[in-house]
């Protein structure tokens, strides 16, 4: 088969290693891809949202499959632009069509949907600019921390979570009146503060069937103890070590089953990835958020401990076969450690050469932000590499990754040294 990937980060060099490891595949192509994958994919210049270019590719290059790593173009019908069209229409995409990735284009559409099928969460309301005196009336009905969260997409970075009232109410009428995340905080979601232990579940379906994949924990401040400004992400562990069976039956039961039915009955087309944020509560899951792709950096870890043939996983999502599928999973722990740029999350510089990158053997480098420039590997965003090792557990598996991650040099790298300190 010949398959394309959309996106260019950790995530969508991860997914295009399994799939260039599977007999399935005959050709590999990501776009635009980074120098990661450049070494295992033909890379092709195309953005995730340029929907015409990318029917071009597909056709010239007789795609057969077509994987969607990140939000965005999901968010923007990508698979509905493929079902309109009638030479594409025949082409599968592993990804939910638009109507149903408004579950994490909308945090109001994706708690109207868990209230809807009864699914646990944090008491919410939500406002507008129109309603902005009832959102400092619902604040004021809350105890601290008071969470708010953009409506719309706002890369990761539309969440706050504030001690202090009248900061709360400040923030608020920036983000409704003052655009403070741009159109995506047109409408923000006020939630109660659930206080917990989060990890991520992962969920593949072809929209009726569903298999659960390995659990994991990310890492999202920038700073040791989890301090700072949250990022899109600094490491993952995986499996989460507090999520044991009893306590996955009840996400199965409680969530993952709701969830999938809840989609058919509301008749939201979903053949792809649901991410699902959770927060354990009093030895209780409850859902934060839902993510519609894998989760970056938790799929570094995730999709290296699948032993399974990816392809043939993504093909009996795509033909609506998923429960002939047996998923085979490594029992050993994988985590992720993830090098950035200095400065990141705020102003940093690009285009620093990465030394040392082509010397690590005992553990799996995966590019995020990198491109290739004069034959050279050089940084191009926040999140730079990630370094992915397996261990008997977490702790063994973190200790290889930072041994790895000596080796590696680029102009004024960071990462944390404290992963796994919470657990």
Request: glycine fraction near 10%; include cysteine; aromatic fraction near 8%.
């Amino acid at each position: 088969m010949n398959i394309l990937v959309l996106g260019s980060g950790g995530r969508e060099h991860a997914i295009a290693l399994k799939i260039s490891q599977s007999p399935k595949t005959s050709k590999l192509f990501v776009a635009p891809g980074n120098a990661g994958t450049a070494a295992i994919a033909t890379n092709i210049p195309v953005g995730v949202n340029d929907f015409d270019a990318i029917k071009e590719v597909v056709l010239r290059e007789s795609i057969d499959l077509v994987v969607v790593g990140p939000e965005d173009p999901l968010v923007n019908g990508v698979h509905d632009f493929f079902l309109n069209d009638a030479e594409l229409k025949p082409i599968p995409v592993i990804g939910p069509q638009k109507a149903a990735a408004a579950l994490e284009g909308s945090k109001e559409f994706a708690k109207e949907f868990m209230m809807r099928h009864n699914i646990p969460t944090a008491a919410y309301e939500s406002f507008t600019g129109e309603s902005l005196e009832k959102g400092y009336a619902f604040l004021e009905s809350l105890k601290p921390p008071y969470v708010l969260k953009a409506d719309g997409l706002a890369a990761g970075k539309g969440v706050l979570i504030l001690q202090d009232l009248e900061e709360a109410k400040t923030e608020l009428k920036s983000m409704l009146l003052d655009s403070k995340f741009g159109s995506a905080s047109a409408t923000v979601v006020i939630e109660e503060f659930l206080d917990g232990i989060e990890l991520s579940c992962f969920v593949l379906t072809d929209g009726s069937n569903y298999k659960i994949l390995p659990t994991a924990k990310d890492y999202k401040r920038i700073g040791e103890g989890d301090t700072g400004l949250n990022t899109g992400g600094m490491g993952a562990i995986s499996p989460v070590p507090f999520a044991d069976s009893d306590f996955m039956d009840m996400v199965e039961s409680r969530i993952v089953k709701p969830t999938v039915e809840g989609l058919k009955k509301d008749n939201l087309p979903y053949v792809g990835f649901v991410f699902i944020g959770l927060i354990k509560v009093d030895g209780e899951p409850k859902v934060i958020e839902y993510n519609v792709r894998m989760g970056d950096p938790e799929t570094e870890v995730v999709i290296p401990r699948l032993k399974s043939d990816l392809v043939e996983v993504l093909v009996a999502m795509a033909n609506g076969t998923l429960d002939q599928i047996d998923l085979q999973i490594d029992e050993r722990a994988a985590t992720t450690v993830m090098a950035v740029s200095g400065g990141y999350p705020e102003a940093y510089e690009k285009e620093k050469e990465i030394i040392g990158a082509d010397t690590i053997e005992d553990s799996i480098v995966f590019h995020a932000g990198t491109k290739l420039q004069d034959g050279k590997v050089v940084t191009n965003g926040g999140r730079v590499i990630a370094i992915t090792s397996f261990g008997k557990d977490f702790k063994e598996a973190l200790q290889k990754s930072y041994q790895s991650m000596e080796k590696l040099h680029f102009d004024g790298m960071y990462y944390r040294k404290d992963l796994g300190f919470d657990l």
